[in-house]
């Protein structure tokens, strides 16, 4: 089976219950969502964010945005 890891690094601490950074936070996720190879992912060709032994923390995933 294969797995992804798909995270962003913020450049500004949101709290979780900040709902006024809403829109923000909405702009980090569309643009992470533009980095992203839709088709690859379901192929499981992938490897910007497939999951392997040597690739498994945060910093080895999050990709910046904005």
């Known amino acids: 089976m294969t797995f992804y ?3 962003t690094e ?3 601490d949101i709290a979780l219950d900040d709902v006024g950074s809403i829109g ?3 702009e980090y996720g569309e643009q992470l ?3 992203i190879d839709w088709k690859a992912i379901p192929e499981g060709t ?3 964010f497939r999951v392997r032994g040597d690739r498994t923390l945060f910093p080895q995933y999050a990709k910046e945005t904005i």
């Open 46 to 48: 992938d490897e910007t």
């Open 33 to 35: 969502a533009e980095l």
């Open 5 to 7: 890891r798909i995270d």
């Open 10 to 12: 913020l450049k500004e």
């Open 24 to 26: 923000r936070l909405r």
